[in-house]
């Protein structure tokens, strides 16, 4: 669990420099599909990881508002905001968490219950499948994409 955590935040930040040399028309303009834009589809990766570990911690969870993080220079202080919270919960999962039930009640009344270990499964996949849509925004204004590859990253 904690090399797919480690992959998504060395990754997360070679996207942080990479959109360095990104102006911010390009940053902020409207993608198709995701949540609408590069700057913002990093931004929602960073509240969607930081608040389904609050949640399985069972501390409180609010949703940040993108209009306060309009610049790479913000949503990196998000992130560095964050990770305190995320980061040591991660490091210290163990197998005795994965099969901890988490019960999410939905706006409906229904109630969903899921294992934790799913829920850590989905934050890993939900940020690799946002850093795919990325890569097509990339190749569409003619820069290369963070490679996604995780042979050679160092990780164990």
Request: charged share 25%.
């Given at each position: 669990?904690?090399?797919?955590?480690q992959y998504n935040?060395?990754?997360?930040?070679?996207?942080?420099?990479?959109?360095?040399?990104?102006s911010?028309e390009?940053?902020?303009?409207t993608?198709?599909?995701g949540?609408?834009?590069?700057?913002?589809?990093?931004?929602?990766?960073?509240?969607?990881?930081?608040?389904w570990?609050q949640v399985?911690?069972?501390?409180?969870?609010?949703?940040?508002?993108?209009?306060?993080?309009?610049?790479?220079q913000?949503?990196?202080?998000?992130?560095?905001?964050?990770?305190?919270?995320?980061?040591p919960?991660?490091?210290?999962?163990?197998?005795?968490?994965?099969?901890?039930?988490?019960?999410?009640?939905?706006?409906?009344?229904?109630?969903v219950?899921?294992?934790?270990?799913?829920?850590?499964?989905?934050?890993i996949?939900?940020e690799i499948?946002?850093?795919?849509?990325?890569?097509?925004?990339?190749?569409?204004?003619?820069?290369?994409?963070?490679?996604?590859?995780?042979?050679?990253k160092g990780?164990?």
């Open positions: 669990m904690q090399t797919f955590f935040w060395m990754v997360r930040e070679q996207w942080y420099e990479w959109c360095e040399s990104i911010e390009e940053l902020l303009g993608r198709t599909g949540v609408g834009s590069i700057l913002k589809t990093l931004f929602h990766i960073v509240d969607v990881e930081w608040s570990i399985l911690q069972g501390k409180p969870d609010f949703q940040e508002d993108f209009e306060h993080y309009k610049s790479l913000q949503v990196r202080e998000l992130d560095a905001k964050f990770r305190p919270d995320v980061e919960f991660v490091l210290s999962w163990h197998a005795g968490l994965e099969q901890n039930m988490f019960e999410d009640h939905l706006a409906d009344g229904r109630i219950t899921d294992t934790w270990g799913e829920v850590m499964r989905h934050v996949a939900h499948h946002h850093v795919g849509q990325l890569s097509v925004w990339a190749r569409e204004i003619g820069k290369e994409p963070v490679s996604a590859n995780l042979i050679g990780l164990r």
